[in-house]
């Protein structure tokens, strides 16, 4: 019996000790949890209750150069309904005004409104969505609604905001103003103006302490932030609107009419180097156009002979030759290494000068000029290139730029081919068009090559951040004489040479045109030729304020394929309505040319205008710069739905109006 007991108690002395040990243990993790790892357990707790949401910071806006948004961050605001936070009392006095002004503002009945919010209160709804994107005012006067003007306690209202990128000029210019996004991961991709100048668009962000009300829910614990963001910079272009609309029409309407893939236009001011416009459009698969890609700035390809410049500015820099030098284009076949070059004109041009070969694009002149006189020393023509930075990047603050190629001696692509094809932008050279612009505006420039300029400054409301001066990338990059010799052979490409068509006798151009292959390696190129057509140069001739390139890729070759009549109108268009709207010199001898200087279409309603000011003229088709003067002076107002060209007008053409009515014009 002593025994058993004495078992018994030794158990118990067991079971006693180990629940000792047992509340020791738990002492000890609480004093852990409560001392030393307190702060970690109190938040993961809080964290499940509470968290702070980022209030992103307002992008500052980008502007065109006189002004004009480009881009800017828009507040979007969602209103929701506690109904579980708000007292009997404040409900039952509330509901019923609250229902009215929400069924005056967003339709639906003030019984339907009412019904909801009933509803949302019996099933004890903390997260009821009562508007989504409001604009500031509206988000205003919804606050000032009854049973939501006592707050987010009393009255239950939620206010979330977010913003949202605008951009007023739609597509147009789109690759140009581009983009900033941020993916899941935190990885940036950036494109354009918005990308490139991203670190000083972007504010600081803001926050906001929200408690979870449900799954997937949360409700803000005030109406104010607990941080407030903190703007971005704004940042002014050296886009003009007006001549960026110019500019993106004209090239529009070429691509339509030669059902073109797609092609690039841009204006430089010649002596800032400011890019005044750029448009970038493809085609789609439905036939429309879009700013697909930057061609402007990413797409290197073989020039075909705007490269002839280049070339040409050489030989003349080395003395080898002289304008005058005399070339024997024989019957327009030249053969070299067992290939043939071959003239555009059957037969040849028999012996001209080498400023002749120039304004005729001779592929055979050009290329004679050239190999006679560096194929024993191919790459001192190399270098002479080089020494023009055709070699080098530009670069641009906008991300993605094409790497040009220019061919040397010892490379592998170099062959006893490559001299001749180089010397007329074949040969694997590789350029793009705002590199080829850059050259032809060094020349236009006198020999200064300015790098090419997107932004002007950066401004935090009227105070300077940082301005973005002219930078020389080199200054003379060539002799003034060259400069002198070449200025002329190019005012007469446009006078008496291959872009005579484009020849106006109340302004003057000077340019060159080119006519590529392109693709031509492909098997069915003699089935189906590719074409890049090309017209790049300056106007006007004598004093050069603009500088503009124009390519075109794979016109439909049955429509037309030659640079001279598929880019050079653009440049035309684009030189003529800038010479129009622009005088260059403030006196009453400008005036007069621009008032000579109209564009057909518009002469012809002016014209119509003039003789029947009691009708409306026909003004769909029309740019819309051309189609406000035209009706404003006919006494008409004018009201703009759009931007672009006129789709639709709402008086038909015809009809009689009056003066002072209003007049709709959709454009696109």
Not at 295 to 310: I, Q
Not at 508 to 531: C, F, H, I, L, V
Not at 659 to 667: I, T
């Amino acid at each position: 019996m002593a025994t058993t007991e004495k078992h018994i108690l030794n158990r118990l002395y067991i079971i006693a000790g180990l629940m000792f040990v047992f509340a020791v243990a738990i002492g000890v993790q609480l004093i852990n949890i409560q001392f030393v790892e307190g702060d970690k357990y109190r938040k993961l707790a809080e964290d499940g209750v509470f968290k702070n949401f980022k209030i992103p910071a307002n992008r500052g806006n980008l502007y065109d150069v006189n002004g004009n948004l480009l881009a800017t961050s828009v507040p979007k605001y969602d209103i929701r309904f506690d109904a579980v936070t708000v007292s009997d009392e404040h409900f039952e006095e509330n509901v019923v005004p609250l229902s009215k002004k929400l069924a005056a503002m967003f339709g639906k009945t003030s019984a339907q409104w009412s019904k909801a919010l009933r509803t949302a209160r019996v099933n004890k709804h903390r997260y009821f969505l009562v508007a989504k994107n409001l604009g500031y005012s509206d988000y205003m006067r919804v606050k000032g609604f009854p049973m939501f003007n006592l707050g987010a306690y009393k009255g239950g209202i939620i206010v979330e905001q977010r913003t949202v990128r605008e951009h007023p000029l739609g597509l147009m210019a789109a690759r140009t103003v581009g983009y900033e996004r941020k993916d899941d991961q935190g990885y940036y991709t950036r494109v354009g103006l918005e990308g490139a100048f991203g670190p000083f668009l972007d504010g600081t962000d803001g926050h906001r302490l929200k408690q979870k009300i449900a799954k997937g829910q949360w409700k803000p614990i005030s109406d104010n932030n607990e941080i407030e963001p903190q703007d971005g910079y704004d940042v002014i272009s050296t886009i003009d609107v007006n001549i960026q609309d110019i500019a993106h029409h004209a090239l529009l309407a070429q691509l339509e009419k030669y059902q073109a893939d797609h092609g690039t236009v841009v204006v430089m001011e010649t002596k800032t180097g400011e890019i005044k416009a750029i448009s970038n459009l493809g085609r789609t698969e439905d036939g429309s156009y879009y700013e697909k890609l930057n061609y402007a700035v990413g797409e290197t390809h073989e020039p075909g002979s705007t490269f002839k410049l280049m070339s040409l500015v050489v030989a003349l820099e080395d003395k080898v030759i002289d304008t005058g030098t005399v070339v024997d284009t024989e019957q327009g076949v030249f053969k070299v290494k067992g290939y043939k070059v071959r003239d555009s004109h059957r037969g040849g041009y028999g012996k001209i000068s080498a400023a002749r070969a120039f304004e005729l694009s001779s592929n055979v002149g050009v290329v004679k000029l050239i190999y006679d006189n560096y194929k024993d020393q191919p790459q001192k023509f190399v270098d002479g290139l080089n020494r023009m930075n055709l070699n080098e990047k530009l670069d641009l603050s906008i991300k993605g730029e094409g790497a040009p190629y220019i061919p040397s001696p010892g490379d592998k692509k170099w062959s006893g081919l490559s001299l001749a094809w180089m010397a007329y932008g074949y040969g694997s050279v590789q350029i793009s068009p705002l590199q080829t612009l850059t050259f032809y505006n060094a020349i236009a420039n006198n020999g200064e090559m300015v790098k090419p300029r997107f932004i002007r400054e950066i401004k935090e409301w009227d105070k300077t951040i940082l301005k973005n001066d002219r930078k020389v990338i080199n200054p003379s990059i060539c002799s003034i004489e060259t400069v002198n010799k070449v200025k002329a052979m190019m005012e007469n490409v446009v006078v008496r040479g291959t872009a005579k068509s484009l020849y106006s006798p109340n302004f003057s151009m000077a340019g060159k045109t080119g006519t590529a292959q392109t693709e031509y390696w492909m098997k069915d190129w003699n089935s189906n030729p590719r074409y890049i057509s090309s017209f790049v140069g300056y106007f006007p001739a004598d004093n050069p304020k603009y500088t503009s390139i124009v390519i075109i890729h794979k016109p439909n070759n049955r429509v037309g394929y030659y640079g001279a009549d598929v880019s050079g109108p653009v440049f035309k268009r684009i030189a003529q309505k800038i010479y129009t709207d622009t005088p260059l010199e403030d006196t009453i001898e400008s005036l007069e040319v621009d008032k000579k200087v109209i564009t057909k279409d518009f002469e012809k309603y002016f014209s119509e205008a003039q003789n029947k000011k009691d009708v409306m003229p026909n003004v769909t088709g029309m740019p819309v710069m051309d189609a406000i003067p035209l009706l404003e002076n006919l006494g008409l107002n004018v009201i703009i739905e759009g931007n672009g060209v006129v789709k639709r007008q709402s008086v038909a053409p015809g009809k009689k109006i009056k003066a002072n009515q209003n007049v709709a014009l959709s454009l696109s």
